[in-house]
């Protein structure tokens, strides 16, 4: 069975980057409706007029100001309309007849606050300039002021990725599939090149020993591992790292290995995978008919990345080790020096 994707790959025209970004948003609202109103809130924290309230306002004994002698409720619950628009592009393709034309779009609204979002794989948008030139002659033009201005924001697809997955806690890793699934589309179209200093961990604990000896670690085909790194987590701790170096589909209904997709497989790959296979037979998994997806490494290096927060590990977590963690030169470092910097600091 192929890895179930969230978001669509097939399809050469740039729109799908818009497409698919305002879908990894509508799920965020979905899933979460508190999470979606906190990215609101964060894309619009740097502003000096930061007035911004998305969520539900709920008031006890409001008294209107539209009337002196109107009565005061006992209870109103307010929300604000809002608008979000987002364009995204490979590159800094963006030009101005365009975002002149989505600006139309703001125009005869009765929401309260409207939001201007591009995206790129560039820090800067180029016309960046421009736009926000665009935005103030439109907002003077319609006299909006304060949080009522139309206000624009640019951002990466790797800092949108960041900014929701700073609002997940390990108990969401149902969304945290949906994210790292837009992660990996956004490696696959070249919209983001992170995945060499991103480590996925996942917590072992019957398996731990035959995942060392064999060097291999598995999962249902459904589930992918859009990383470079592997850790293994075990007792409060990362107690093990490794360098995917492929990707082996398999399964085995009757002692005979048959292997997916058009990945090679050597012998020494063919007898790692079976063993495995055999050995989870000893915890009741089931990998002989339902496929999984077996991830190789070179050779697991022992590590001590220790969690400090309450509670174990729910689900996997990434880990960009180069922007959260400091660790430099990755492509360069061996697994040992990887493991040796790790293993000085700690993780929530």
């Known amino acids: 069975m192929a890895n179930i994707h969230y978001f669509q790959r097939y399809h050469s025209k740039e729109n799908v980057h818009t497409a698919n970004a305002f879908l990894l948003i509508n799920r965020l609202y979905q899933y979460k409706p508190q999470y979606f109103y906190s990215f609101l809130d964060s894309l619009v924290e740097n502003d000096p007029n930061n007035e911004y309230n998305f969520r539900l306002n709920m008031t006890l004994q409001a008294k209107s100001e539209q009337k002196k002698s109107s009565t005061v409720p006992d209870a109103m619950i307010v929300q604000y309309g809002y608008r ?45 300039t421009e736009i926000k030139k665009l935005v103030n002659e439109f907002n003077k033009s319609n006299e909006l002021y304060n949080e009522e201005r139309l206000i624009y924001i640019h951002l990466t697809f790797e800092k949108l990725i960041e900014t929701i997955e700073s609002l997940l806690s390990d108990r969401d890793y149902e969304f945290a599939d949906v994210l790292d699934d837009y992660r990996e589309y956004c490696f696959e179209q070249g919209l983001i090149d992170n995945k060499y200093q991103l480590m996925k961990a996942y917590a072992v604990g019957d398996t731990l020993t035959i995942n060392k000896k064999l060097n291999l670690y598995y999962r249902k085909s459904t589930d992918n591992i859009k990383a470079d790194l592997l850790g293994l987590y075990n007792n409060k701790s990362i107690v093990a790292i490794g360098r995917i170096y492929k990707i082996i589909r398999a399964t085995m209904p ?26 989870s037979e000893n915890y009741g998994y089931n990998l002989r008919t339902i ?16 969690k400090t927060s309450k509670g174990g590990l729910l689900g996997g977590k990434l880990f960009e080790l180069e922007s959260d963690y400091g660790i430099e030169d990755i492509k360069k470092k061996t697994l040992e020096e990887i493991a040796t910097e790790l293993s000085q600091k700690t993780w929530e």
């Not at 628009?85 to 409207?114: M, P, R």
């Open 254 to 279: 009757e002692d005979v290995l048959i292997v997916s997709g058009e990945e090679d497989i050597t012998e020494d790959e063919y007898n790692r995978i079976k063993e495995a296979i055999l050995d």
């Open 291 to 306: 496929e999984h997806n077996f991830f190789m490494v070179e050779h697991f290096v022992d590590c001590e990345f220790i």
């Open 84 to 128: 979000l628009c987002v364009e995204a592009k490979i590159g800094d393709w963006f030009y101005i007849e365009q975002i002149q034309g989505h600006l139309k779009s703001f125009n005869n609204l009765d929401t309260k606050y409207k939001l201007f979002l591009t995206l790129s794989n560039e820090n800067e948008c180029r016309i960046g």
